[in-house]
């Protein structure tokens, strides 16, 4: 049995005595997997279970350390209720949220990873996601919390210290790339708006089912400025360039296609904003992807994009 002290309700969401029971209303439990456990932080399971028609389904339940759940419930009620993304395009259905485990349980919905398809050149792909974005950045919905550029840029200086532990010759160049982000950030919420975004918006929350996409991990959704989202699809889709193909150019035309699609449909995007967020993503994703395989290659190359950037010379 896995234990976790910040996660208590563990045992009980592995228990298939005490999990029909919680499930109850939902079906008839059949099996319990564990999909994801990041200690001291949330667990992802997958329930199994037959219906009352006899059908089989597949339910998500997430479950926190922290007290977030209620909060990614209503959030993630919101945006489905409002079709915020669009009525072509499915996110997860919050069934229930169940307190005394902490449980959010949700509905599994269809479709491959969008990766490979970028990866294959698919610009329509990226020009559907770019919609997709776009929609439920002007849907209208007031998801309450905001989130603000001190708050998207505060975990930089600890992104550099995990630079710093995996190859300090790297570390003067996210210092510098660091520093002009901070000093650029100044003056940038001037042009902030406060609009439903994702706030962790790349490729791997992507889905494509035929005619059909999804959107997953709606978790971190708040009231904030929609680069924040292009932004970070962008920088991922360099990184999985990166880690493909040894460039952060190689997924160029699908980027082009992305962001044309973007700044056509929102024309208030700010680019000087738009490459700030981009940068600080890019220094963020060094100093997270720098202690994985080929960590330092793939770090250099995030950072020297950054710095490239931001006109910063190593």
């Known amino acids: 049995m896995i234990e976790d002290a910040k996660l208590p309700q563990l045992r009980a969401l592995l228990d298939p005595v005490q999990m029909p029971r919680a499930l109850s209303g939902m079906g008839t439990l059949q099996r319990i997997e564990l999909v994801r456990h990041k200690p001291g932080r949330r667990v992802i399971l997958r329930y199994t279970v037959r219906g009352v028609d006899g059908r089989i389904e597949h339910l998500f339940g997430k479950s926190f350390a922290s007290e977030r759940g209620p909060r990614v419930f209503a959030t993630a009620r919101a945006i489905a209720t409002a079709l915020a993304f669009g009525d072509d395009v499915l996110v997860p259905e919050p069934v229930a949220f169940l307190p005394d485990l902490k449980l959010l349980v949700q509905r599994s919905i269809p479709g491959q990873p969008a990766a490979p398809a970028l990866l294959a050149g698919d610009r329509v792909l990226a020009v559907r996601i770019a919609?997709?974005?776009h929609r439920l950045h002007t849907s209208?919905?007031?998801?309450?919390r905001r989130h603000r550029l001190a708050e998207e840029l505060a975990p930089l200086p600890r992104r550099v210290d995990d630079i710093h532990e995996g190859d300090r010759s790297l570390v003067p160049l996210a210092a510098a790339c660091l520093a002009m982000i901070q000093r650029m950030a100044l003056d940038a919420e001037r042009t902030w708006r406060w609009r439903p975004i994702h706030r962790d918006a790349y490729h791997d929350q992507i889905l494509v089912d035929?005619?059909?996409l999804a959107i997953l991990d709606l978790d971190d959704a708040a009231m904030s400025e929609p680069a924040i989202d292009v932004a970070n699809i962008v920088a991922h889709l360099q990184l999985l360039g990166i880690q493909r193909h040894?460039?952060?150019?190689a997924l160029a035309t699908v980027i082009d296609a992305f962001l044309d699609q973007a700044l056509t449909l929102d024309p208030r995007l700010d680019r000087r904003l738009l490459d700030l967020l981009q940068a600080a993503t890019l220094l963020r994703l060094a100093g997270i992807h720098i202690g994985g395989q080929d960590g330092v290659r793939v770090a250099t190359l995030?950072?020297?994009?950054?710095?490239?950037?931001?006109g910063v010379s190593r």
């Not at 209208?140 to 309450?144: K, N, P, S």
């Not at 040894?246 to 150019?249: F, V």
């Not at 995030?302 to 931001?310: F, H, I, S, V």
């Open 246 to 249: 040894g460039r952060a150019t």
């Open 210 to 212: 035929g005619e059909q």
């Open 131 to 133: 919609t997709a974005f």
């Open 302 to 310: 995030l950072l020297d994009e950054c710095a490239g950037m931001l």
């Open 140 to 144: 209208g919905i007031d998801l309450g």
